[in-house]
């Protein structure tokens, strides 16, 4: 099993819909959970961290089910510009640091 | 300003030379790490490091060298004994498990 799993779609949606991605992880001792966006071609960039009690930051909601060991991101209003691979991030402490692991992402693209 | 750098952007080797990616931070973060990505797919651990001159083997180590004489300053070697290194070379640092990591624009070393 992959430590850390996603649908890699692609979610084809027309603009303005909502979308939701989710994520699952299998290490309980995970510490901290990330939301990155990828462009063709370029570096992945931090969109948002993901906390318990869920985070907001403009049209995108991130949540964390512990207990389910699950993450979702859900985006509203979708544009164009929205179109990216986005990954799932978790974090967790080994012996030697602090260890990021990545899901495989999951592709949007949004549409006219 | 502050930010983390890759160098050179796209890297050609012949087979069975070692080549050496450059990564230098001036963000003063002390975890800094190494993922290489394939077409289509995650990013994989390469290596990493939380402080000077010390650093892990992330999941895909075998091939790979790295030094951490400097907090700033991370460099990986491919080795000639690295099987299929043609890949998208990334490079990141961090210094707080809650606040994400920045990626550098990455390295596309490609074997010919």
């Known amino acids: 099993r992959k430590e850390v799993e996603q649908d890699p779609g692609p979610f084809n949606v027309p603009e303005g819909a909502t979308v939701a991605f989710n994520c699952t992880y299998s290490?309980?001792?995970?510490?901290?959970f990330f939301w990155y966006r990828q462009d063709c071609r370029k570096e992945p960039k931090l969109l948002m961290s993901?906390?318990?009690s869920g985070n907001e930051d403009g049209r995108f909601t991130a949540q964390l089910n512990r207990a389910s060991q699950y993450i979702s991101l859900l985006i509203r209003d979708s544009k164009l510009s929205d179109s990216a691979t986005y990954l799932c991030v978790v974090n967790y402490l080994t012996g030697g640091g602090n260890k990021l692991t990545f899901g495989t992402g999951t592709q949007l693209k949004v549409e006219l | 300003d502050g930010g983390i750098t890759q160098s050179p952007k796209y890297l050609f080797r012949k087979e069975g030379q070692n080549v050496t990616l450059s990564c230098e931070q001036n963000l003063n973060h002390d975890a800094m790490y190494w993922y290489r990505q394939d077409p289509g797919q995650g990013l994989r651990l390469i290596y990493y490091?939380?402080?000077?001159?010390?650093?892990q083997k992330g999941d895909i180590a075998e091939g790979y060298s790295v030094s951490r004489e400097k907090k700033e300053s991370f460099p990986l070697t491919v080795t000639s004994a690295q099987k299929n290194p043609t890949a998208f070379y990334l490079c990141?640092?961090?210094?707080?498990?809650?606040?994400?990591?920045?990626f550098g624009s990455g390295t596309r070393l490609t074997v010919v």
């Open positions: 490091s939380q402080i000077v001159n010390d650093f």
């Open positions: 990141a640092s961090g210094s707080s498990v809650g606040y994400g990591y920045t």
């Open positions: 993901v906390y318990s």
């Open positions: 290490n309980s001792a995970s510490q901290s």
